[in-house]
């Protein structure tokens, strides 16, 4: 019985996940990309091209399907089940918060990497929604998904994504160094209202 569970859950996950990257490469790349660019820091203004992100993005999913490959690990069968509901339950919620936070963001939801952010040339700052909670939702749901994911799966994939999301606590901070600059007074008061990625557990009063 719980190989059947485990087997529907795995490709209820992949099915997720491959809905999830198109959402992604469409609304992050090529919608994202096609606002009128505003404050730029670092290397982004020449790396955050549609049609370099989009050979990247080919890459670096040609390299997810590569390391699909069991991790040598043997569970006792309560070990299992633990970790197909763990996982389950992080992996659908990780993916959750990050499209939840894409939402949110709306037309402001534009890609960024840690060698430089890129900033809309109408750039607002959001503060409603999963940002009412945490500065990162979408780097705290890849990193929720990515966790569940190794718990469900059990491959390599999952813990080179693991290892890869570490970056986005750089790319964070150039985000919010950007956005410090862009906003001053108004982005330090969000800032020391709003943890940047564990929530609290009582909410400040909201002032924007």
Same mark, same amino acid.
């Given at each position: 019985?719980?190989?059947?569970?485990?087997?529907?859950?795995?490709?209820?996950?992949?099915?997720?996940?491959?809905?999830?990257?198109?959402?992604?490469?469409?609304?992050?790349?090529?919608?994202?990309?096609?606002?009128?660019?505003?404050?730029?820091?670092?290397?982004?203004?020449?790396?955050?091209?549609?049609?370099?992100?989009?050979?990247?993005?080919?890459?670096?999913?040609?390299?997810?399907?590569?390391?699909?490959?069991?991790?040598?690990?043997?569970?006792?069968?309560?070990?299992?089940?633990?970790?197909?509901?763990?996982?389950?339950?992080?992996?659908?919620?990780?993916?959750?918060?990050?499209?939840?936070?894409?939402?949110?963001?709306?037309?402001?939801?534009?890609?960024?990497?840690?060698? @430089?952010? +890129?900033?809309? =040339?109408?750039?607002? /700052?959001?503060?409603?929604?999963?940002? &009412? %909670? !945490?500065?990162?939702? #979408?780097?705290? @749901?890849? +990193?929720?998904? =990515?966790?569940?994911? /190794?718990?469900?799966?059990?491959?390599? &994939? %999952? !813990?080179?994504?693991? #290892?890869?999301?570490?970056?986005?606590?750089?790319?964070?901070?150039?985000?919010?160094?950007?956005?410090?600059?862009? %906003?001053?007074?108004?982005?330090?008061?969000?800032?020391?209202?709003?943890?940047?990625?564990?929530?609290?557990?009582?909410?400040?009063?909201?002032?924007?």
């Amino acid at each position: 019985m719980l190989a059947v569970i485990e087997s529907w859950l795995r490709w209820a996950g992949v099915v997720a996940g491959l809905g999830f990257l198109a959402v992604v490469l469409w609304r992050g790349v090529w919608q994202g990309l096609r606002h009128a660019p505003g404050r730029t820091t670092g290397l982004a203004g020449k790396i955050l091209r549609a049609p370099l992100l989009l050979v990247v993005g080919f890459i670096w999913t040609g390299l997810l399907f590569f390391l699909w490959r069991p991790l040598p690990l043997a569970l006792s069968l309560p070990a299992r089940a633990g970790a197909l509901a763990l996982g389950a339950l992080l992996y659908f919620a990780g993916l959750t918060l990050y499209l939840w936070g894409s939402r949110t963001l709306g037309e402001m939801y534009k890609p960024s990497t840690a060698f @430089g952010v +890129q900033l809309h =040339a109408k750039q607002r /700052l959001v503060t409603h929604g999963p940002y &009412t %909670f !945490v500065r990162h939702p #979408l780097y705290l @749901g890849l +990193q929720v998904a =990515a966790l569940g994911g /190794l718990l469900v799966y059990r491959n390599w &994939t %999952f !813990v080179f994504l693991l #290892l890869s999301f570490a970056g986005l606590f750089l790319r964070a901070r150039r985000e919010e160094q950007a956005l410090a600059a862009e %906003f001053g007074e108004r982005w330090e008061a969000y800032a020391r209202r709003v943890p940047a990625w564990i929530p609290r557990l009582r909410r400040s009063r909201r002032s924007d």
